[in-house]
């Protein structure tokens, strides 16, 4: 991923504001995985713009004069986009739009964007094509002309690319035909969940780019899809897995991100079932990546959205492998200050903030995965025994 060339890359700028909620040291880490997006969509970042405000302006977002120098940079520079971090209103973009003279996307714009490109099945498209009609609903007006005088690149993919003239009712239309056609599958799926028998289910859930993909393969010998990127896989995988003699249903889904569209939310909601209907999960966590505390406040925020947070839970802290080697790439590459601490002393922290009950593993290289494999036997084990007690003697007690 480092090695790829900036060249081809489309010139970007990122806008981001520090209010009385979101300090500077707050706003920099969200722009820094801005930047990282920005770059999984397909673009480079070659500046950031911050203000200090009480809070966005409402027709701009940003103070006149900041915009106004904004807007000379953006010409002596060529930039193709700006992104900002936050979600904008449909008046903002538009007036943004028409005083920059650029291609303006919005922190959901650009996580819809990537969806767009990661869909590869046909629900998982119909899934993002939802999200991106509810998304530009409310954006018609200007989002039509937008699309007349720009063609490709970051925030261009999905619906309405080729269809201008779409107006307001027939994109509701699409909407209700595309919730109609999700509903069809999610019942398929719902009965195929049913069809599974008296297996254990266990949900990977986490923090996008955190490895989940990976540890699914080392667990199950499967060969899902995993590529050093945020959101590398949208659909569910479903995998039979047997550890010992103990079968159970390892699922995998999308990972979470900050500021997760709720479009998406909604639109998802049917693989968010399959963390829901879980019996227990893994929460895969990123331990070389410098926020890795504030992504587990993140997943644990959406588990809460959805019911699933007081699921039996196991802590899994992958890419140990990383710890060190990503000190170096995320303070060159990405400009991030890495705060530098041995990762034994990290592990004794963890261990004693969560009770022993987490692990430290790397899934790519399957370092330490059979002290993770053990303690699944007996957690998985626990649950079927509690469930099926008469199947106890075929599966030993390991404690």
């Not at 081809?8 to 920099?28: A, F, M, R, Y």
């Not at 990976?214 to 995998?239: H, I, P, Q």
Request: charged share 30%; with cysteine.
């Amino acid at each position: 991923m480092i090695e790829k060339s900036y060249s081809s890359l489309e010139k970007t700028v990122l806008i981001g504001i520090i209010t009385l909620n979101q300090s500077k040291k707050v706003l920099e880490e969200y722009l820094d995985e801005l930047s990282f997006l920005t770059f999984t969509a397909g673009g480079k970042v070659i500046k950031r713009f911050t203000q200090k405000m009480d809070s966005p302006d409402p027709k701009l977002f940003l103070g006149k004069g900041k915009m106004e120098e904004l807007a000379s940079y953006i010409k002596k520079k060529d930039v193709s986009s700006v992104i900002f971090d936050d979600e904008l209103t449909p008046a903002q973009q538009l007036n943004i739009e028409k005083f920059l003279k650029c291609k303006i996307i919005d922190r959901t714009g650009l996580i819809l964007d990537i969806f767009a490109q990661r869909a590869k099945t046909s629900y998982a498209r119909n899934q993002v094509e939802l999200a991106q009609y509810q998304y530009i609903l409310p954006r018609l007006k200007g989002l039509w002309t937008h699309l007349e005088r720009q063609k490709g690149g970051i925030g261009m993919r999905g619906p309405g690319e080729t269809e201008i003239e779409t107006d307001r009712r027939i994109v509701r239309n699409k909407i209700n035909l595309l919730k109609n056609k999700l509903l069809t599958i999610d019942k398929q799926m719902s009965t195929q969940r049913g069809n599974r028998g008296s297996l254990v289910r266990v949900s990977l859930v986490g923090y996008t780019n955190v490895g989940k993909s990976t540890l699914m393969n080392s667990l199950s010998k499967a060969d899902v899809f995993a590529e050093d990127k945020l959101f590398a896989t949208l659909d569910t995988t479903v995998r039979k897995v047997v550890i010992k003699n103990m079968p159970f249903l390892l699922t995998d889904t999308v990972g979470f991100i900050r500021k997760l569209p709720t479009q998406l939310i909604d639109s998802f909601k049917s693989t968010l079932t399959e963390i829901t209907e879980a019996d227990m999960l893994i929460h895969v966590i990123d331990i070389s990546h410098p926020n890795y505390e504030d992504h587990i406040d993140s997943v644990n925020f959406i588990l809460g959205e959805i019911d699933a947070h007081e699921k039996p839970i196991l802590m899994v802290f992958n890419k140990t492998d990383k710890y060190f080697d990503n000190k170096e790439i995320i303070e060159d590459v990405f400009d991030i200050e890495y705060e530098d601490k041995s990762l034994n002393k990290i592990k004794s922290m963890l261990l004693k903030e969560y009770n022993d009950r987490c692990y430290f593993i790397s899934a790519l290289n399957k370092k330490d995965i059979n002290d993770l494999k053990t303690e699944l036997y007996k957690k998985i084990r626990e649950i079927h025994v509690t469930r099926f007690p008469y199947n106890a003697f075929l599966y030993p007690d390991i404690n």
